[in-house]
Protein backbone atom coordinates (compact mmCIF):
# COMPACT_ATOMS: atom_id res chain seq x y z
CA UNK A 1 0.00 0.00 0.00
CA UNK A 2 1.40 3.52 -1.00
CA UNK A 3 1.82 5.76 1.51
CA UNK A 4 1.15 9.91 0.55
CA UNK A 5 4.29 12.38 1.32
CA UNK A 6 1.90 14.47 3.81
CA UNK A 7 1.36 11.30 5.81
CA UNK A 8 4.98 11.23 6.33
CA UNK A 9 6.29 13.43 8.90
CA UNK A 10 8.19 16.24 7.90
CA UNK A 11 11.60 15.72 9.31
CA UNK A 12 11.80 11.97 8.22
CA UNK A 13 10.83 13.14 4.06
CA UNK A 14 13.55 13.00 1.86
CA UNK A 15 14.93 16.65 0.78
CA UNK A 16 13.43 18.22 -2.41
CA UNK A 17 17.07 18.10 -3.74
CA UNK A 18 17.02 14.42 -3.79
CA UNK A 19 19.58 14.43 -0.09
CA UNK A 20 18.57 13.39 2.77
CA UNK A 21 17.26 15.85 4.88
CA UNK A 22 18.59 17.60 7.95
CA UNK A 23 16.90 17.17 11.49
CA UNK A 24 18.00 20.19 13.52
CA UNK A 25 16.95 19.49 17.10
CA UNK A 26 14.89 21.55 19.03
CA UNK A 27 17.77 23.83 21.01
CA UNK A 28 17.86 22.74 24.77
CA UNK A 29 15.20 24.64 27.31
CA UNK A 30 16.54 25.50 30.77
CA UNK A 31 14.86 23.94 33.11
CA UNK A 32 14.09 25.58 36.59
CA UNK A 33 17.25 25.00 38.96
CA UNK A 34 19.00 23.51 35.78
CA UNK A 35 21.07 25.96 33.61
CA UNK A 36 22.53 24.49 30.18
CA UNK A 37 24.76 25.84 28.18
CA UNK A 38 25.73 30.20 28.25
CA UNK A 39 23.77 30.45 31.03
CA UNK A 40 25.93 27.33 33.71
CA UNK A 41 29.06 29.07 32.42
CA UNK A 42 28.43 32.38 33.47
CA UNK A 43 26.99 30.79 36.30
CA UNK A 44 30.49 28.70 36.77
CA UNK A 45 32.59 31.70 36.08
CA UNK A 46 30.82 33.56 38.71
CA UNK A 47 31.07 31.11 41.40
CA UNK A 48 35.22 31.37 40.59
CA UNK A 49 35.15 34.71 40.86
CA UNK A 50 32.88 34.85 43.57
CA UNK A 51 35.29 32.58 45.70
CA UNK A 52 38.52 35.04 44.82
CA UNK A 53 36.61 38.00 45.78
CA UNK A 54 35.62 36.15 49.35
CA UNK A 55 39.24 34.38 49.73
CA UNK A 56 41.03 37.75 49.30
CA UNK A 57 42.53 36.39 46.40
CA UNK A 58 41.26 39.73 44.54
CA UNK A 59 41.27 42.11 47.59
CA UNK A 60 39.04 45.29 47.74
CA UNK A 61 39.85 48.05 45.27
CA UNK A 62 41.33 45.60 42.99
CA UNK A 63 40.13 47.24 38.99
CA UNK A 64 38.55 43.84 37.22
CA UNK A 65 38.61 43.92 33.67
CA UNK A 66 36.49 41.90 31.84
CA UNK A 67 38.67 41.15 28.88
CA UNK A 68 41.60 40.01 31.44
CA UNK A 69 39.84 37.79 33.44
CA UNK A 70 38.17 35.99 30.57
CA UNK A 71 42.01 35.22 29.22
CA UNK A 72 42.62 34.14 33.10
CA UNK A 73 39.62 32.20 33.44
CA UNK A 74 39.64 30.34 29.82
CA UNK A 75 35.92 32.15 28.82
CA UNK A 76 34.82 34.70 26.60
CA UNK A 77 33.53 37.81 26.70
CA UNK A 78 29.79 36.72 27.25
CA UNK A 79 29.99 34.62 30.49
CA UNK A 80 32.26 37.10 32.21
CA UNK A 81 29.56 39.65 31.13
CA UNK A 82 26.83 38.03 33.06
CA UNK A 83 29.04 37.33 35.80
CA UNK A 84 30.01 40.83 36.37
CA UNK A 85 26.51 41.70 36.20
CA UNK A 86 25.90 39.01 39.07
CA UNK A 87 28.43 40.12 40.93
CA UNK A 88 27.56 43.37 41.15
CA UNK A 89 24.10 42.27 42.12
CA UNK A 90 25.50 40.58 44.86
CA UNK A 91 27.24 44.09 46.42
CA UNK A 92 30.77 42.57 45.46
CA UNK A 93 32.31 44.86 42.72
CA UNK A 94 31.44 48.30 41.41
CA UNK A 95 30.92 47.83 37.64
CA UNK A 96 29.86 51.34 35.85
CA UNK A 97 29.68 51.98 32.31
CA UNK A 98 32.70 53.31 30.76
CA UNK A 99 34.43 52.81 34.26
CA UNK A 100 36.65 50.01 35.03
CA UNK A 101 34.67 47.27 37.74
CA UNK A 102 36.28 47.16 40.98
CA UNK A 103 35.95 44.58 43.88
CA UNK A 104 33.86 46.84 46.72
CA UNK A 105 35.34 48.06 50.22
CA UNK A 106 33.70 46.20 52.78
CA UNK A 107 31.19 49.40 53.76
CA UNK A 108 30.27 49.52 57.43
CA UNK A 109 26.57 51.51 56.21
CA UNK A 110 25.96 48.44 54.07
CA UNK A 111 27.01 46.14 57.13
CA UNK A 112 24.80 47.09 59.32
CA UNK A 113 22.03 47.31 56.51
CA UNK A 114 22.21 43.77 55.58
CA UNK A 115 22.28 42.56 59.13
CA UNK A 116 19.54 44.78 60.02
CA UNK A 117 17.18 42.80 57.54
CA UNK A 118 18.50 39.92 58.14
CA UNK A 119 17.80 39.88 61.86
CA UNK A 120 14.41 40.78 61.08
CA UNK A 121 13.39 38.56 58.49
CA UNK A 122 15.28 35.72 59.97
CA UNK A 123 13.83 35.84 62.84
CA UNK A 124 10.92 36.17 62.18
CA UNK A 125 11.19 33.01 59.59
CA UNK A 126 13.14 30.41 62.76
CA UNK A 127 9.68 32.13 64.80
CA UNK A 128 7.49 30.66 62.18
CA UNK A 129 9.76 27.29 61.95
CA UNK A 130 10.65 25.95 65.08
CA UNK A 131 7.39 24.06 65.42
CA UNK A 132 7.03 22.62 61.72
CA UNK A 133 10.15 20.57 62.21
CA UNK A 134 10.52 17.11 62.72
CA UNK A 135 12.68 14.89 64.04
CA UNK A 136 14.37 14.31 59.88
CA UNK A 137 14.73 18.06 59.86
CA UNK A 138 16.70 18.21 63.59
CA UNK A 139 18.81 15.29 62.73
CA UNK A 140 20.02 17.28 59.11
CA UNK A 141 20.33 20.10 61.10
CA UNK A 142 22.80 18.11 64.04
CA UNK A 143 24.50 16.66 60.79
CA UNK A 144 24.90 20.10 59.75
CA UNK A 145 26.28 21.24 62.65
CA UNK A 146 29.10 18.49 63.24
CA UNK A 147 30.39 19.00 60.00
CA UNK A 148 30.84 22.71 60.29
CA UNK A 149 32.91 21.50 63.38
CA UNK A 150 34.85 19.47 61.96
CA UNK A 151 35.68 21.51 58.77
CA UNK A 152 36.52 24.24 61.05
CA UNK A 153 38.99 22.45 62.71
CA UNK A 154 39.92 21.40 59.07
CA UNK A 155 40.72 25.32 57.51
CA UNK A 156 38.07 24.19 54.59
CA UNK A 157 36.04 27.63 54.92
CA UNK A 158 34.14 27.17 51.54
CA UNK A 159 32.38 23.39 52.48
CA UNK A 160 31.83 25.13 56.57
CA UNK A 161 30.12 27.68 54.61
CA UNK A 162 28.05 25.04 52.30
CA UNK A 163 26.83 23.24 55.62
CA UNK A 164 26.54 26.44 57.31
CA UNK A 165 23.81 27.30 54.74
CA UNK A 166 22.28 24.16 54.96
CA UNK A 167 21.89 24.82 59.00
CA UNK A 168 20.21 27.70 58.55
CA UNK A 169 18.08 26.90 55.38
CA UNK A 170 16.43 24.20 57.45
CA UNK A 171 16.09 26.58 60.47
CA UNK A 172 14.39 29.13 58.23
CA UNK A 173 12.04 26.66 56.25
CA UNK A 174 8.58 26.59 57.05
CA UNK A 175 8.25 30.50 55.11
CA UNK A 176 6.80 31.35 51.55
CA UNK A 177 9.15 31.19 48.59
CA UNK A 178 9.34 35.25 48.84
CA UNK A 179 10.69 35.55 51.94
CA UNK A 180 12.83 32.24 51.26
CA UNK A 181 14.59 34.25 48.13
CA UNK A 182 15.14 37.70 50.15
CA UNK A 183 16.40 35.58 53.07
CA UNK A 184 19.02 33.91 50.37
CA UNK A 185 19.99 36.96 48.83
CA UNK A 186 20.58 38.07 52.51
CA UNK A 187 22.87 35.38 53.52
CA UNK A 188 24.81 35.31 50.09
CA UNK A 189 25.54 38.87 50.94
CA UNK A 190 26.72 38.21 54.25
CA UNK A 191 28.97 35.63 53.66
CA UNK A 192 31.75 38.12 53.02
CA UNK A 193 31.27 39.64 56.81
CA UNK A 194 31.40 35.92 57.97
CA UNK A 195 34.41 35.68 56.47
CA UNK A 196 36.03 38.58 57.65
CA UNK A 197 34.63 37.72 61.09
CA UNK A 198 36.61 34.56 60.96
CA UNK A 199 40.04 35.93 60.26
CA UNK A 200 39.23 39.19 62.33
CA UNK A 201 38.27 36.81 65.75
CA UNK A 202 39.32 33.39 65.31
CA UNK A 203 37.59 32.81 68.59
CA UNK A 204 34.20 33.55 67.06
CA UNK A 205 34.06 30.24 65.40
CA UNK A 206 33.67 28.92 68.71
CA UNK A 207 30.80 31.73 69.82
CA UNK A 208 29.06 30.87 66.27
CA UNK A 209 29.35 27.22 67.27
CA UNK A 210 27.80 27.12 70.93
CA UNK A 211 25.14 29.91 69.11
CA UNK A 212 24.58 26.95 66.73
CA UNK A 213 23.94 24.54 69.49
CA UNK A 214 22.13 26.76 71.28
CA UNK A 215 19.42 27.40 68.61
CA UNK A 216 19.37 23.54 67.76
CA UNK A 217 18.42 23.30 71.67
CA UNK A 218 15.54 25.57 71.40
CA UNK A 219 14.02 24.31 67.85
CA UNK A 220 13.76 20.66 69.50
CA UNK A 221 12.03 22.18 72.75
CA UNK A 222 10.20 24.16 69.60
CA UNK A 223 10.50 26.93 71.71
CA UNK A 224 9.77 29.61 68.73
CA UNK A 225 10.54 32.70 71.35
CA UNK A 226 13.82 31.40 72.47
CA UNK A 227 14.68 29.92 68.97
CA UNK A 228 13.46 34.24 67.44
CA UNK A 229 16.13 35.19 70.73
CA UNK A 230 18.99 33.32 69.62
CA UNK A 231 19.01 33.77 66.07
CA UNK A 232 18.69 37.55 66.87
CA UNK A 233 21.62 37.85 69.01
CA UNK A 234 24.22 35.36 66.92
CA UNK A 235 23.62 37.62 63.74
CA UNK A 236 23.73 40.85 65.83
CA UNK A 237 27.24 39.19 67.08
CA UNK A 238 28.59 38.76 63.98
CA UNK A 239 27.86 42.43 62.57
CA UNK A 240 28.71 43.94 65.92
CA UNK A 241 32.65 42.26 65.89
CA UNK A 242 33.07 43.04 62.55
CA UNK A 243 32.45 46.30 62.71
CA UNK A 244 34.12 47.08 66.48
CA UNK A 245 36.93 45.59 63.76
CA UNK A 246 36.83 47.53 60.70
CA UNK A 247 34.71 51.03 61.47
CA UNK A 248 34.87 50.89 65.13
CA UNK A 249 33.82 54.71 64.77
CA UNK A 250 30.37 53.70 62.95
CA UNK A 251 27.20 53.50 65.24
CA UNK A 252 25.43 50.50 64.06
CA UNK A 253 22.18 51.53 64.24
CA UNK A 254 20.12 49.17 61.98
CA UNK A 255 21.62 46.17 63.93
CA UNK A 256 21.21 47.43 67.21
CA UNK A 257 17.49 48.51 66.48
CA UNK A 258 16.84 45.48 65.03
CA UNK A 259 18.53 43.52 67.70
CA UNK A 260 15.91 45.49 70.38
CA UNK A 261 12.88 44.56 68.49
CA UNK A 262 13.62 40.96 67.79
CA UNK A 263 16.36 39.61 70.51
CA UNK A 264 15.68 41.79 73.56
CA UNK A 265 18.65 44.19 72.94
CA UNK A 266 21.01 41.64 74.54
CA UNK A 267 24.07 40.46 71.89
Same mark, same amino acid.
Given at each position: ??????????????????????????????????? @????????????????????????????????????????????????????????????????????????????????????????????? @??????????????????????????????????????????????????????? $???????????????????????????????????????????????? $???? $?? @???????????????????? $??????????
Amino acid at each position: MSTRSSDIPREQRPAENGSEAQVSAEPPVDEPGHP @TGGRRLALDVHARLRAMILSGELPPGSALLQAEMARKLGVSRTPMREAFRLLQEEGLIDARPDQRARVRGVDPEDLDGVYGARIMLETLAVNL @TAKSLDAGDLERMSEALQCMRELASQDQPDQWHAAHKEFHGIATRAVGPHLQRML $ASLGEHSERYIRLAQLGMPSSWARAHADHEALLDALRLSDSDEAARVI $ARHL $AR @TALNVLADIAPEYEPVATRT $ALGIAGNGQP
